[in-house]
């Protein structure tokens, strides 16, 4: 019976489904890399979420692996390319947690634009605070989406709901595909001079390694209010802290960081910053659905040589 390891926390339908499909799933969570390099060679594939990273050390030692699931989007926590040497398939499940992490961002907007933590810790302190907590209105104002994809429209689309006006950046996305979501397609210099909120849906790459720096905030409107629910990496933390405290950016919400856990960080104790602990796509739907679907793909892989939304599916 081929194996399979769940090394994160998953739902427990992934384990359901492994074994309804005639595989062996074995549950080792929160294991150090020395205990996963021990144990990795007994292994057909491999299902993870965010806290395990598969590094090419582990890779060569994996010497029956097949296959690799990320139950969620990012695979920044896969190193693929060792994968591909290995001829070691790699799936993500991408739309498995799109609404939850859209959602997020939009809490995320709202929250921004009326204080709502800061004014609830406020309260619940005992202090009346109405002057301090006055908010702005989102009807009428502009909302930039740096990064289209499937949670950027879906933000879009709720935004629009919100009478937001949307302009998009995304160098992948067509005329055409702009005109379906009715999103008005710009480029990033001029969604940074408009924008009154700016949310971010890139993955991390070269091309995006801290797109926010001083240089970006400088071309934005004074008073912007931004929202990451991206990858803590886009961003130069430094230089945010600073652009919050000259008040050139007005407020962030951060929902991922670059080095994570962030158990301690510069942003931590600013009252301009709304953080939550990279929860985007945590919700029970959203981890129902990426669990199910990482298992499904790995067990038609291992069982009929099918790829579903493989990383590295041309190469293998
Ligand atoms: C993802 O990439 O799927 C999300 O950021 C959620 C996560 O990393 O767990």
Redesign the pocket.
């Known amino acids: 019976m081929k194996k399979v390891l769940i090394a994160d926390k998953a739902d427990a339908i992934c384990e359901k489904v492994l074994r309804e499909k005639g595989l062996e799933p074995i549950v080792k969570t929160g294991m150090k890399p020395e205990e996963l390099k021990a144990c990795i060679a007994e292994f057909d594939a491999i299902i993870v979420?965010?806290a395990t990273t598969l590094t090419c050390e582990l890779i060569q030692a994996a010497t029956k692996l097949k296959a690799v699931a990320?139950a969620?989007?990012?695979v920044d926590n896969i190193d693929v390319p060792a994968c591909t040497g290995k001829k070691v398939v790699v799936m993500n499940t991408p739309f498995g947690?799109t609404v939850s992490?859209a959602e997020h961002a939009i809490a995320m907007i709202m929250a921004l634009a009326r204080h709502i933590p800061q004014a609830n810790s406020s309260t619940h302190a005992g202090k009346w605070e109405k002057k301090k907590f006055e908010g702005v209105e989102l009807t009428g104002k502009t909302l930039g989406v740096v990064g289209c994809g499937n949670i950027g429209a879906v933000v879009a689309d709720r935004a629009m709901g919100l009478k937001m006006k949307v302009l998009a950046y995304d160098p992948l996305m067509t005329a055409e595909r702009a005109g379906e979501l009715g999103v008005k397609m710009v480029g990033l210099e001029e969604l940074y001079k408009n924008s009154d909120f700016i949310t971010y849906h890139v993955v991390i790459n070269p091309a995006t390694k801290g797109m926010i720096n001083k240089e970006a905030m400088a071309k934005m409107k004074k008073g912007v209010r931004l929202i990451n629910c991206a990858r803590g990496g886009i961003m130069v933390e430094a230089d945010i802290k600073e652009a919050l405290q000259s008040g050139q950016i007005a407020g962030l919400a951060c929902d991922?960081y670059v080095k994570e856990p962030a158990t301690e960080h510069i942003f931590f104790g600013m009252e301009s910053v709304i953080a939550t602990p990279?929860i985007?796509?945590?919700t029970k739907d959203a981890q129902v659905t990426?669990a199910r679907q990482a298992a499904e793909q790995i067990a038609d892989y291992l069982l009929n040589g099918k790829k579903t939304c493989a990383i590295n599916g041309d190469k293998i």
């Open positions: 979420r965010s990320r969620g989007s990012g947690n992490t991922v990279h985007a796509a945590s990426v």
